[in-house]
């Protein structure tokens, strides 16, 4: 099982950049695709980004392509997502979690970015 700890969020101005951490414990963690996710007030989560666990591949939602880059390292259990040209609609708490299927048991705190306008 994977413990998931989000952090990196803050508020910040449209245009702005941020970059985000997931720090996994779990042996396992190389073996698994990861993604990160948002949610906003009143919405349901939605995919944001995500890579496979040999970083080989990268897929992102269309509404960060171009915007957001996802990584990881697996020596150190850490998966990133690097947010460019932040936009108010970026506003949400962000997950990270296994993809394409996140156990529900594994979902963490999450990490708050809100963008100003």
């Known amino acids: 099982q994977v413990q998931l700890v989000e952090s990196g969020g803050g508020l910040v101005q449209a245009g702005g950049s941020l970059r985000l951490s997931c720090a996994a414990s779990g042996r396992t963690f190389s073996n698994y695709a990861m993604g990160w996710f948002r949610q906003a007030p009143g919405k349901e989560r939605e995919f944001v980004a995500a890579?496979?666990?040999?970083?080989?591949?990268?897929y992102y939602g269309d509404s960060v392509k171009g915007r957001f880059t996802i990584s990881r390292d697996n020596a150190k259990n850490m998966v990133y997502l690097q947010m460019n040209s932040l936009k108010p609609e970026d506003t949400a708490v962000y997950y990270c979690n296994a993809f394409p299927n996140p156990p529900s048991h594994s979902w963490g705190q999450g990490t708050q970015v809100t963008v100003s306008s």
């Open positions: 890579i496979s666990w040999s970083a080989n591949s990268t």
